[in-house]
């Protein structure tokens, strides 16, 4: 059922969606995207009370990418959609993490590179490996990799189709942290409370104005943040009150 391909767990603000074929080490398939799909539309409402979203493998690992068994088989695909899902998620107000253990290949990196935040754990292990199979990319591989980690060391990684730890991910920027398995999955719900402590609003906000301003000069991008920051949000002066009352 394509349902339960990913799951979604509400816990007060944050939303954890799990990528559920652990069977094929959660494989990316059309039915999968279809399924995330649902979870994402209603995440886009303004009422949908989340503040946080965590993207997950269940399993063994994140993910190990597009299932190649299925393109083998002449699995349908129209990849235009399926990259328009990918965009839908890297563009929800929320702030999305994508949580990283064991493998993340390929497809599964593209997914997670539309996270705001990747973490990963020791076990993570992350590669583009599009160049191994003679596939080029159709899921912003080519766009978001060197604009996380730079252009020479995305290069290096396309072209090598090599594999990178968690620690190597942690220390070339494109995962923002590595955690030891035994706490990885403690730390990660720590770092969604630190962001779900803050504004919605102010996230929301950050998302608007960076995705807008991305590759523009810094003038232009400047003016661009002078002319449409939302300023002031409706939480302001009860997060200004509560400060002043404790300190007091």
């Known amino acids: 059922m394509v349902e339960t391909l990913v799951l979604r767990e509400d816990v007060d603000a944050l939303a954890i969606l799990t990528l559920n074929r652990p069977e094929k080490l959660n494989s990316i398939n059309h039915a999968m995207f279809e399924a995330l799909e649902r979870h994402i539309s209603d995440l886009e409402r303004p009422d949908s009370g989340i503040g946080c979203v965590i993207l997950r493998g269940a399993g063994r690992c ?19 959609y399926e990259s328009r899902v990918i965009e839908r998620l890297a563009c929800l107000p929320q702030a999305v993490i994508a949580a990283v253990h064991g493998h993340c290949y390929t497809g599964a990196l593209e997914l997670a590179l539309a996270g705001d935040i990747i973490l990963a754990s020791t076990s993570a292990r992350f590669a583009d490996t599009h160049a191994k199979w003679a596939l080029t990319p159709v899921w912003g591989m080519t766009q978001r990799l060197p604009r996380r980690v730079g252009f020479a060391k995305a290069r290096e990684m396309m072209f090598t189709a090599a594999t990178y730890s968690g620690e190597q991910a ?24 630190r962001i779900l402590a803050n504004s919605p609003f102010s996230i929301a906000g950050y998302k608007r104005l960076m995705d807008a301003t991305d590759g523009m000069p810094l003038r232009f991008g400047l003016a661009h943040e002078v002319h449409n920051s939302q300023g002031v949000g409706p939480d302001m002066a009860e997060r200004i009150a509560r400060f002043t009352s404790r300190k007091a």
């Open 170 to 193: 942690a220390a070339m920027g494109l995962a923002n942290a590595c955690f030891d398995d035994t706490r990885f999955e403690e730390e990660v719900l720590a770092f969604a409370h």
């Open 62 to 80: 994140f993910s190990a990418g597009h299932d190649l068994g299925d393109i083998g088989a002449g699995e349908a695909q129209d990849f235009g």
